[in-house]
Protein backbone atom coordinates (compact mmCIF):
# COMPACT_ATOMS: atom_id res chain seq x y z
CA UNK A 1 0.00 0.00 0.00
CA UNK A 2 2.61 2.57 1.13
CA UNK A 3 4.71 2.20 -2.87
CA UNK A 4 1.21 2.88 -4.27
CA UNK A 5 1.00 6.10 -2.43
CA UNK A 6 4.22 6.66 -2.84
CA UNK A 7 3.62 6.27 -7.57
CA UNK A 8 0.35 8.25 -6.86
CA UNK A 9 2.38 10.86 -4.96
CA UNK A 10 5.32 11.24 -7.57
CA UNK A 11 2.89 10.79 -10.30
CA UNK A 12 0.97 14.10 -8.98
CA UNK A 13 4.38 15.74 -8.49
CA UNK A 14 5.36 15.32 -12.08
CA UNK A 15 1.96 16.74 -13.43
CA UNK A 16 2.66 19.82 -11.22
CA UNK A 17 6.36 19.96 -12.72
CA UNK A 18 4.81 19.29 -16.10
CA UNK A 19 2.03 22.50 -15.28
CA UNK A 20 4.75 24.71 -14.47
CA UNK A 21 6.08 24.07 -17.72
CA UNK A 22 3.13 24.79 -19.37
CA UNK A 23 2.29 28.02 -17.27
CA UNK A 24 6.05 29.12 -17.93
CA UNK A 25 5.38 28.32 -21.82
CA UNK A 26 2.09 30.33 -21.50
CA UNK A 27 0.12 27.42 -22.83
CA UNK A 28 -1.86 27.75 -18.84
CA UNK A 29 -3.10 30.91 -17.92
CA UNK A 30 -2.36 30.41 -14.32
CA UNK A 31 -0.65 28.42 -11.47
CA UNK A 32 -4.01 26.65 -9.98
CA UNK A 33 -3.13 23.38 -11.27
CA UNK A 34 0.23 22.96 -10.32
CA UNK A 35 -0.55 23.98 -6.95
CA UNK A 36 -3.72 21.70 -6.67
CA UNK A 37 -0.89 18.79 -7.98
CA UNK A 38 1.65 19.76 -5.70
CA UNK A 39 -0.97 19.94 -2.87
CA UNK A 40 -1.87 15.91 -4.01
CA UNK A 41 1.66 15.24 -3.86
CA UNK A 42 2.25 15.94 -0.40
CA UNK A 43 -1.01 14.53 0.99
CA UNK A 44 0.10 11.05 -0.89
CA UNK A 45 3.68 11.29 0.48
CA UNK A 46 2.04 11.85 3.82
CA UNK A 47 -0.03 9.05 4.15
CA UNK A 48 2.69 6.61 2.48
CA UNK A 49 4.44 7.96 5.47
CA UNK A 50 1.93 6.99 7.73
CA UNK A 51 1.06 3.38 6.17
CA UNK A 52 5.08 2.86 6.15
CA UNK A 53 5.05 3.65 10.29
CA UNK A 54 2.15 1.18 10.76
CA UNK A 55 3.97 -1.32 9.06
CA UNK A 56 7.17 -1.06 11.18
CA UNK A 57 5.15 -0.79 14.32
CA UNK A 58 3.43 -4.54 13.11
CA UNK A 59 6.43 -5.82 11.98
CA UNK A 60 7.86 -4.66 15.62
CA UNK A 61 5.13 -6.15 17.67
CA UNK A 62 5.36 -9.31 15.89
CA UNK A 63 9.23 -9.95 15.98
CA UNK A 64 8.77 -8.86 19.74
CA UNK A 65 6.72 -11.74 20.37
CA UNK A 66 8.10 -14.25 18.55
CA UNK A 67 11.33 -13.38 20.80
CA UNK A 68 9.16 -13.45 23.87
CA UNK A 69 7.56 -16.92 22.53
CA UNK A 70 11.19 -18.48 21.81
CA UNK A 71 12.39 -17.35 25.17
CA UNK A 72 9.50 -19.38 26.61
CA UNK A 73 10.48 -22.27 25.34
CA UNK A 74 13.80 -22.03 26.71
CA UNK A 75 12.50 -21.20 30.36
CA UNK A 76 10.40 -24.46 29.76
CA UNK A 77 13.27 -26.92 29.02
CA UNK A 78 16.09 -24.61 30.37
CA UNK A 79 16.78 -26.87 33.37
CA UNK A 80 16.60 -30.54 31.41
CA UNK A 81 13.56 -31.41 32.61
CA UNK A 82 12.22 -34.35 30.93
CA UNK A 83 8.38 -33.45 31.73
CA UNK A 84 6.29 -34.92 28.78
CA UNK A 85 3.48 -31.56 28.81
CA UNK A 86 6.31 -29.10 29.54
CA UNK A 87 8.07 -30.99 26.16
CA UNK A 88 5.04 -30.78 24.32
CA UNK A 89 4.13 -27.29 25.57
CA UNK A 90 7.20 -26.03 24.58
CA UNK A 91 7.08 -27.48 20.98
CA UNK A 92 4.16 -25.61 20.45
CA UNK A 93 5.02 -22.31 21.41
CA UNK A 94 8.23 -22.50 19.75
CA UNK A 95 5.80 -23.58 16.45
CA UNK A 96 3.54 -20.13 17.20
CA UNK A 97 6.34 -18.28 17.41
CA UNK A 98 7.91 -19.60 14.15
CA UNK A 99 4.12 -18.56 12.93
CA UNK A 100 4.55 -15.06 14.24
CA UNK A 101 7.98 -14.61 13.00
CA UNK A 102 6.61 -14.77 9.27
CA UNK A 103 4.74 -11.82 9.77
CA UNK A 104 7.92 -9.76 10.20
CA UNK A 105 8.43 -7.14 7.29
CA UNK A 106 10.91 -5.24 8.13
CA UNK A 107 14.27 -5.79 6.77
CA UNK A 108 16.23 -5.01 10.05
CA UNK A 109 13.50 -6.40 12.59
CA UNK A 110 14.03 -9.67 10.30
CA UNK A 111 17.90 -9.61 10.79
CA UNK A 112 17.51 -9.26 14.43
CA UNK A 113 15.42 -12.60 14.69
CA UNK A 114 18.06 -14.18 12.93
CA UNK A 115 20.68 -13.19 15.04
CA UNK A 116 18.43 -14.09 17.88
CA UNK A 117 17.21 -17.48 16.63
CA UNK A 118 20.79 -18.43 16.24
CA UNK A 119 21.02 -17.44 19.78
CA UNK A 120 17.93 -19.73 20.94
CA UNK A 121 19.48 -22.99 18.72
CA UNK A 122 22.34 -22.64 20.78
CA UNK A 123 20.76 -22.56 24.04
CA UNK A 124 18.49 -25.86 22.94
CA UNK A 125 22.02 -27.61 22.03
CA UNK A 126 23.36 -27.12 25.01
CA UNK A 127 20.15 -27.96 26.74
CA UNK A 128 20.02 -31.33 24.43
CA UNK A 129 24.27 -31.91 24.51
CA UNK A 130 24.62 -35.57 24.02
CA UNK A 131 27.69 -34.87 26.16
CA UNK A 132 26.04 -33.93 28.96
CA UNK A 133 25.38 -36.60 31.84
CA UNK A 134 21.99 -36.17 32.24
CA UNK A 135 20.95 -36.57 28.12
CA UNK A 136 20.75 -40.26 27.65
CA UNK A 137 18.19 -42.54 26.01
CA UNK A 138 16.54 -43.17 29.44
CA UNK A 139 16.08 -39.27 29.81
CA UNK A 140 14.06 -39.59 26.77
CA UNK A 141 11.89 -41.76 28.23
CA UNK A 142 11.24 -39.19 31.50
CA UNK A 143 12.96 -41.02 33.85
CA UNK A 144 14.21 -40.09 36.77
CA UNK A 145 17.39 -41.64 36.96
CA UNK A 146 18.70 -40.87 33.48
CA UNK A 147 21.64 -43.69 34.05
CA UNK A 148 19.18 -46.21 33.79
CA UNK A 149 19.66 -48.95 31.17
CA UNK A 150 17.27 -48.41 28.46
CA UNK A 151 15.36 -51.34 28.61
CA UNK A 152 14.47 -50.42 32.26
CA UNK A 153 13.50 -46.34 31.68
CA UNK A 154 11.53 -47.78 28.87
CA UNK A 155 9.37 -50.28 31.60
CA UNK A 156 9.34 -48.04 34.07
CA UNK A 157 7.79 -45.38 31.94
CA UNK A 158 4.54 -47.14 31.79
CA UNK A 159 4.34 -47.62 35.56
CA UNK A 160 1.84 -45.33 36.98
CA UNK A 161 3.14 -43.05 39.91
CA UNK A 162 0.96 -42.98 42.92
CA UNK A 163 -2.82 -42.30 42.31
CA UNK A 164 -2.16 -42.34 38.22
CA UNK A 165 -4.47 -45.16 36.52
CA UNK A 166 -2.93 -48.66 37.09
CA UNK A 167 -3.37 -49.41 32.61
CA UNK A 168 -1.07 -46.35 32.50
CA UNK A 169 1.25 -46.52 29.05
CA UNK A 170 4.68 -45.60 28.15
CA UNK A 171 3.44 -42.97 26.14
CA UNK A 172 2.32 -41.02 29.69
CA UNK A 173 5.90 -40.40 30.32
CA UNK A 174 8.04 -40.20 27.47
CA UNK A 175 9.33 -37.70 25.15
CA UNK A 176 6.98 -36.93 22.19
CA UNK A 177 8.19 -37.61 19.14
CA UNK A 178 6.41 -35.07 17.53
CA UNK A 179 7.95 -31.89 20.04
CA UNK A 180 11.52 -33.14 19.35
CA UNK A 181 11.45 -33.21 15.80
CA UNK A 182 9.58 -30.15 15.86
CA UNK A 183 12.37 -28.52 19.08
CA UNK A 184 15.34 -30.65 16.43
CA UNK A 185 14.48 -29.07 13.65
CA UNK A 186 14.81 -25.72 14.64
CA UNK A 187 17.97 -26.24 15.97
CA UNK A 188 19.18 -28.12 13.11
CA UNK A 189 16.84 -27.46 9.89
CA UNK A 190 15.38 -24.09 10.06
CA UNK A 191 14.26 -23.69 6.29
CA UNK A 192 12.26 -26.99 6.57
CA UNK A 193 9.28 -26.46 8.95
CA UNK A 194 6.01 -27.40 6.63
CA UNK A 195 3.72 -28.33 9.52
CA UNK A 196 6.08 -29.63 11.83
CA UNK A 197 3.75 -30.81 14.50
CA UNK A 198 2.39 -33.42 11.89
CA UNK A 199 6.23 -34.99 11.49
CA UNK A 200 8.65 -36.90 12.70
CA UNK A 201 11.78 -38.15 12.19
CA UNK A 202 12.64 -39.99 9.37
CA UNK A 203 14.74 -43.20 8.92
CA UNK A 204 17.04 -41.13 7.11
CA UNK A 205 17.35 -38.64 9.33
CA UNK A 206 17.51 -41.18 13.00
CA UNK A 207 20.50 -42.86 10.78
CA UNK A 208 22.09 -39.15 10.77
CA UNK A 209 22.04 -38.96 14.95
CA UNK A 210 23.60 -41.65 15.42
CA UNK A 211 26.54 -39.53 14.56
CA UNK A 212 24.98 -36.39 15.86
CA UNK A 213 22.69 -37.43 19.25
CA UNK A 214 23.72 -41.16 20.28
CA UNK A 215 21.41 -40.84 22.83
CA UNK A 216 18.18 -39.53 20.89
CA UNK A 217 19.48 -42.15 18.17
CA UNK A 218 19.36 -44.80 20.73
CA UNK A 219 16.29 -43.39 21.90
CA UNK A 220 14.41 -43.42 18.64
CA UNK A 221 15.28 -47.23 18.07
CA UNK A 222 14.58 -48.58 21.04
CA UNK A 223 11.18 -47.06 20.70
CA UNK A 224 10.45 -48.08 17.32
CA UNK A 225 11.75 -51.58 18.55
CA UNK A 226 9.93 -51.97 22.09
CA UNK A 227 6.34 -51.20 23.11
CA UNK A 228 6.35 -50.77 27.19
CA UNK A 229 3.27 -51.91 28.85
CA UNK A 230 2.87 -51.97 32.50
CA UNK A 231 6.25 -52.28 33.31
CA UNK A 232 7.36 -54.49 30.73
CA UNK A 233 8.76 -54.77 27.66
CA UNK A 234 6.84 -56.16 24.05
CA UNK A 235 8.77 -56.25 21.10
CA UNK A 236 6.88 -54.49 17.58
CA UNK A 237 5.63 -56.51 15.35
CA UNK A 238 6.69 -55.98 11.76
CA UNK A 239 3.14 -54.90 11.07
CA UNK A 240 3.46 -52.40 13.89
CA UNK A 241 6.82 -50.90 12.94
Given at each position: ??WVLRILGWLFFL??????????????????????????????????????????????????????????????????????????????????????????????????????????????????????????????????????????????????????????????HNLSDKSLFLIW?????????????????????????????????????????????????????????
Amino acid sequence: MKWVLRILGWLFFLAAFGSLILYFQHKLTNVIPAATFSALFGVFLNESSKVADKQTQRSKFFLEQSLAGFEHTINLVSDRNNNRRKWISAARILQQSLELSKRITENEHKSILQMEMDRYRHQLWEILNPYNERITPAFFYGASDSSLDINEAAKQSSLPTVGEPQDRLSSVHNLSDKSLFLIWSFMEFPENYADPLHKTFSQEQIKKLELQHQPLYEYLEHKHTYHSVAGKLHKLSEKDE
